[in-house]
């Protein structure tokens, strides 16, 4: 909205007209997100912890985590109204990509909203249950796929690129939307996965929507995309500023979130994170530098299926605990080490997902 403020009174004074600078605006608001988030922080925290909407600890986990029980969940919603407020202040709203990302950040995040408030207001252990949080994510993912295919208005908008080979390129036609139902899908319940330590998840997916959004920009621009070959697609230039509202809001909660934390994101903010990850590297045409970028999701997405098919099979177990963070726990490594490890790996993952744009 202040993008439309900011223009009407350039036509009285035209230094004004430099809040229509893209770049600005990403600054602007990821600066404005984590004001909020940081500003919201404290009073958002003491209220869950009035209505004691506290974590509850597994008994058969590390026992260094069972004083983290009571800690105040569902500091998602920290994230989410910072990034939406954000995004409504300093994006351009005419913009069908911006509405695209707000809309996944506020389904997801309704998802993981009922299933927190079941679980930790009802006391209800297995909150949503698990046919209808995949059902509603089912539903929300393919009005998504849907709307982005027969919307699209170019072919590189359904092209699936292969990173690091020069114009490498797959048409995938009515495909396409099977591909974004599962990498919206997939990354949301991948980063709730990953959300199990203090940090854990917000700094990867921090770092993995900075980049997305450096694709976004790049992807919006004319002379850089073809001077990197990457498809142009007008429409996403908007996005950077969306993930500067996500880089922004991650960054405020994290304030509160890092070691040891006063407040857990909960499924309100890992579901609505991990979808909006997906969505946006779908709209950018990235999804498989997704998968590179945010590998630590991936493998402790793939430490969890892996267990429980081989304990299903064996009655056996692969990992001492599953999802992999809790394995590195158990054998010995201090919770500290273990969330710094996994955001190095995420730094250098992201640093090669961003070389691609070169080495190809």
Known sequence: ML????EWLSHYWHGFGVFQYLTLRVILALITACGLSLWAGGPV??????????QTVRTDGPQAHLAK???PTMGGVLIILAMAVSTLLWCKLNNPAVWVGLFTLLSFGAIGAVDDYKKLVLKNPKGLASRWKYFWQ???AAMIAAFLFYHATTPEQTTLLVPFVKSASLPLGA???VLCYFVIVGSSNAVNLTDGLDGLAIVPAVLV????????????HAEFSKYLLIPHIGEVAELAVFCGTLVGAGLGFLWFNAYPAE???????????????????????QELLLFLMGGIFVVETLSVIIQV????????????????????????????????????????????????????
């Open 138 to 140: 089912s539903v929300f």
């Open 69 to 71: 029980t009571g800690t």
């Open 3 to 6: 993008t439309y403020f900011f």
């Open 309 to 360: 098919a081989y304990f299903k099979r064996t009655r056996k177990r692969v990992f001492l605990m599953s999802p992999i963070h809790h394995h590195f726990e158990l054998a010995g490594w201090p919770e500290p080490k273990v969330i710094v490890r996994f955001w190095i790996i995420t730094g250098l993952l992201v640093m090669m997902g961003l070389a691609s744009l070169k080495l190809r």
């Open 45 to 54: 925290i003491r209220k869950l912890r009035f209505y004691k909407v506290g």
């Open 209 to 220: 929507g900075g980049a997305l959004g450096i694709f976004a920009y790049l992807s919006g």
């Open 175 to 177: 495909f396409f939307m």
């Open 263 to 285: 407040v857990f994101m909960g499924d309100v903010g890992s579901l609505a994170l991990g979808a909006v990850l997906g969505v946006v590297a779908v709209m950018v045409r």
